[in-house]
Nanobody
């Protein structure tokens, strides 16, 4: 059974940090790119970051560049999203997802969620001002 479990969310003050984890099982982790998405109430789901399995290349949304860092521990089948300098606008439910090999980025700018094969349940991140 394929499972993606995102955890590590919580309540943090603006300027603070959180580290999200995405634990994967039920598929060959090394063959999949893992992406992070978020969705705030009333807003569309947004691709935040992604790490490809082929070359470890990264994608970051413009809104999080310089503040968020994605990393992977293949021995633990886990991808992390280190979130620093958090802002109230980062408040959302964060999801991790998987697609084969490479992160699909549309127009070189937007992480494509239609390409993702597997999704986990989200974890809530709330940033207070």
């Amino acid at each position: 059974e394929v499972q993606l479990q995102a955890y590590g969310g919580g309540l943090v003050q603006a300027g603070g940090s959180l580290r999200l984890s995405c634990a994967a099982s039920g598929f060959i982790f090394d063959d999949y790119a893992i992406g992070w998405f978020r969705q705030a109430p009333g807003k569309e789901r947004e691709g935040v970051s992604c790490i490809s399995s082929t070359d470890g290349s990264f994608y970051y949304a413009d809104s999080v560049k310089g503040r968020f860092t994605i990393s992977s521990d293949n021995a633990k089948n886990t991808v992390y999203l280190q979130m620093n300098s958090l802002k109230p606008e980062d408040t959302a439910v964060y999801y991790c997802a998987a697609e084969p090999l490479i992160c699909t980025v549309v127009g070189g700018r937007r992480l494509d969620y239609y390409g993702m094969d597997y999704w986990g349940k989200g974890t809530q991140v709330t940033v207070s001002s």
